[in-house]
């Protein structure tokens, strides 16, 4: 995908659809709608996943919690949503092999009161996912248990109970969805702000787009627009009605990552209580441990950093299980995430929150849809376009494809295509097994650019090659140190360390494919340093 081509095509284009924001919700949208036969234009002000998509525990999961929540508040919404949850994870399993798998979750327990409590709840998590339920849940007894994840403590162990979730690259898995929806037609573009909404005769007809790369504006028409720009939804909702009702609100997620040795490489752990009530997940991620998250309230702000009492948050509740130390010097990385929580403005009782997504449509015809997860983008995005097909009297030239559309990457993946990787492009084991995961069946074109100059890893002790800031830039849409470093290789997110120190090369690399002066070098290595530090 040629970014340069997509904003082109904006500029000179009228459609049916406009979507705004360019998170798993709004891609989906995209993909969606394009893939109906629809005329469709997405737009992200920053990068595909910037916000709160490239930000999650890296789950694709039902939701033992909200399993939990719904048996004991008897609340029909939560129940309905994990079982949605449930069937979306065998369908982003399916449709992305190279960005999921199945992982099997280990639930300590030193009290064997407990065993039948969370073995109800999870035959019940199984049952609810039917033919689409990964594997069986089963108790293990503590031999097991400490087999499975050997750093718990020893000490009072009386078994586990072992349930099946999946795991993922989010932001690559974003990446790979707006680049499906492009590949079906839609045109979609990241760092393309709106700054306001157009209406005819009071209704919604189009947007003025500013590129915020080149600050360059220009008006767009469209039959419907919709707003997906999760924690900003209600920004969006005031550029149409200034005394628009607020129907958002935030918390925060924050998770650390230690290294690998801190965790089985193909093992989880639930924490299934902390001192508040909250649970923790503890997992094997991109050859590191990612321990989160945190749920705390938070003010809404496109780059929230991680606080230091919610990371000795996370670091004291691994003291209470794990058999071995860890400390503040352990963690390689940290960051946080905004979770948007929606309360529908036309419903009754508007203090009701919700993880559930809720679609509204403005009296000028703006249509939003807020909340919900990232394991259920896909219904989201469903529900999303029949909606805007009634609303804007649309006429798809077939109905939704995307339970069995595979995405970017996915159609010729195969798990053994580590080997040829290495054998045909002569790379090390660890690259070639990164770049077939991460790529699926694109990752040769990342490697014909590693042996033609460009195989430099970023950083010495991680896969990540120079490869991929060029690919990223040519057929990625990536534009900045941000885009390369936290999206589509994902260092920024692992190592905060070795990031810095590639900063300056991947500076140089992006000079060269985008012709940045001095001045433009300069702003945006010091951006980059800003950012990640």
């Not at 680049?179 to 009071?202: F, I, P, Q, S, W």
Request: one cysteine or more; charged letters at 25%.
């Amino acid at each position: 995908m040629n970014r340069e081509e997509q904003v082109a095509k904006l500029k000179s284009n009228s459609f049916d659809m406009l979507v705004i924001g360019g998170g798993a919700t709004g891609a989906g949208i995209a993909l969606d709608a394009a893939s109906r036969g629809l005329k469709v234009a997405m737009v992200e002000r920053d990068d595909f996943s910037a916000g709160t998509s490239s930000r999650s525990t890296k789950l694709i999961h039902g939701g033992v919690r909200y399993l939990e929540q719904a048996v004991k508040r008897l609340d029909r919404s939560q129940f309905n949503l994990v079982r949605d949850a449930l069937k979306e994870r065998a369908v982003l399993i399916k449709i992305a092999p190279h960005l999921s798998k199945p992982l099997p979750i280990v639930t300590p327990l030193y009290n064997l009161l407990e065993v039948p409590y969370f073995m109800t709840g999870l035959k019940l998590y199984d049952a609810l996912a039917g033919k689409a339920n990964l594997r069986p849940s089963r108790f293990v007894d503590a031999k097991e248990a400490l087999n499975r994840f050997p750093m718990l403590k020893a000490e009072g162990l009386r078994g586990g109970v072992i349930y099946y979730d999946g795991q993922f690259d989010d932001a690559r898995m974003n990446v790979a969805i707006a680049l499906t929806a492009a590949k079906n037609g839609a045109t979609v573009a990241n760092h393309v702000e709106v700054t306001a909404l157009k209406k005819t005769d009071g209704k919604i007809s189009g947007a003025v787009l500013r590129d915020t790369l080149s600050d360059e504006s220009w008006e767009l028409s469209a039959k419907v627009v919709i707003n997906a720009t999760g924690p900003f939804t209600d920004e969006i909702r005031h550029l149409d009605d200034p005394n628009a009702t607020k129907m958002l609100t935030a918390s925060s997620g924050v998770h650390i990552i230690l290294d690998e040795r801190f965790s089985p490489p193909e093992t989880g752990l639930l924490i299934p209580q902390t001192e508040d009530g909250r649970v923790l997940f503890l997992l094997p991620w991109l050859g590191h441990t990612l321990v989160g998250t945190t749920d705390n309230p938070a003010p809404i702000e496109a780059h929230p950093k991680a606080q230091e009492e919610d990371i000795e948050y996370i670091l004291r509740h691994l003291h209470k299980y794990f058999s071995v130390p860890v400390s503040r010097g352990d963690v390689l990385a940290a960051w946080s995430g905004l979770r948007p929580l929606v309360s529908d403005p036309h419903a009754a009782d508007t203090a009701k929150l919700s993880r559930d997504h809720v679609i509204n449509i403005s009296d000028s015809g703006l249509l939003t849809i807020a909340g919900g997860k990232w394991t259920t983008y896909r219904k989201m995005a469903l529900d999303a376009v029949d909606h805007a097909i009634e609303l804007g009297k649309l006429n798809p030239e077939r109905g939704c494809q995307t339970e069995n559309l595979m995405l970017i990457g996915a159609e010729n993946y195969s798990p053994t295509g580590t080997g040829r990787l290495q054998e045909d492009y002569l790379l090390d084991l660890d690259v070639a097994s990164y770049l077939n995961r991460a790529y699926g069946d694109q990752a040769e074109q990342v490697a014909q650019f590693a042996i033609s100059g460009y195989g430099a890893r970023l950083a010495p002790e991680h896969p990540y090659l120079e490869a991929e800031v060029v690919y990223g830039v040519q057929s990625e849409g990536a534009r900045t140190v941000e885009d390369i470093l936290a999206r589509r290789a994902r260092l920024g997110f692992l190592d905060r360390e070795a990031t810095l120190k590639a900063i300056l090369r991947v500076v140089e690399l992006l000079t060269e494919e985008l012709n940045w002066d001095k001045e433009k070098c300069a702003e945006e290595q010091r951006r980059a340093i800003e950012y990640f530090s």
